[in-house]
T-cell receptor
Framework: DVKVTQSSRYLVKRTGEKVFLECVQDMDHENMFWYRQDPGLGLRLIYFSYDVKMKEKGDIPEGYSVSREKKERFSLILESASTNQTSMYLC????????????FGEGSWLTVV | AQTVTQSQPEMSVQEAETVTLSCTYDTSESDYYLFWYKQPPSRQMILVIRQEAYKQQNATENRFSVNFQKAAKSFSLKISDSQLGDAAMYFCAYNRETSGSRLTFGEGTQLTVNP
């Protein structure tokens, strides 16, 4: 089975802190994604990556950055956390083209106080 | 830009009955993929069913089937013989042929199954 692992399930951070959310997949997938999930808004794409060291902005990249130094790992970085970034963050991965299934991690609940 | 709309924030069904969840989408593309994902309380998103736009035949997976109406841009999910384990948030999602798995999601429908 494909495994997408998010290192932290629950985090509480203070406003202004730098926050790292880590994601690892074990199926050699080319694509990796970070989504944010909020009630009534569904999932919104923050950033995605098609290959190592490559990244592209999604629909809501403001306040976030990403890093993909190795194929299996995709990190989401909040440079200076704010309360409006309190949310559920979902990492996902897939093989190259559009027809392939996307596999999700279990999510990371981030609360910024 | 593509949009996906799920107009039913909440639905409920009696165990063993059938329920249909609605989804509409907006696109100018001719080739694309549509998905239904299930998110149970554990939060692990699971693929339920997938439909390729070029296929006229509706996809079916056991108790789950879709009604794909390409001209109407409608993609509803039918769950037959509902079970307690079907209770979850259901998301409809769209992926165009050239976007490399970049999904656009609807708002979600929370399904409750009553015993």
């Amino acid at each position: 089975d494909v495994k997408v692992t998010q290192s932290s399930r629950y985090l509480v951070k203070r406003t202004g802190e730098k926050v790292f959310l880590e994601c690892v997949q074990d199926m050699d997938h080319e694509n990796m994604f970070w989504y944010r999930q909020d009630p009534g808004l569904g999932l919104r794409l923050i950033y995605f990556s098609y290959d190592v060291k490559m990244k592209e902005k999604g629909d809501i990249p403001e306040g976030y950055s990403v890093s993909r130094e190795k194929k299996e790992r995709f990190s989401l970085i909040l440079e200076s956390a704010s309360t409006n970034q309190t949310s559920m963050y979902l990492c996902a991965s897939s093989r190259g083209d559009s027809r392939n299934t996307i596999y999700f991690g279990e999510g990371s609940w981030l609360t910024v106080v | 830009a593509q949009t996906v709309t799920q107009s039913q924030p909440e639905m409920s069904v009696q165990e063993a009955e059938t329920v249909t969840l609605s989804c509409t989408y907006d696109t100018s593309e001719s080739d694309y993929y549509l998905f239904w994902y299930k998110q149970p309380p554990s939060r692990q998103m699971i693929l339920v069913i997938r439909q390729e736009a070029y296929k006229q035949q509706n996809a079916t997976e056991n108790r789950f089937s879709v009604n794909f109406q390409k001209a109407a841009k409608s993609f509803s999910l039918k769950i037959s013989d509902s079970q307690l384990g079907d209770a979850a948030m259901y998301f409809c999602a769209y992926n165009r042929e050239t976007s490399g798995s970049r999904l656009t999601f609807g708002e979600g429908t929370q399904l409750t199954v009553n015993p």
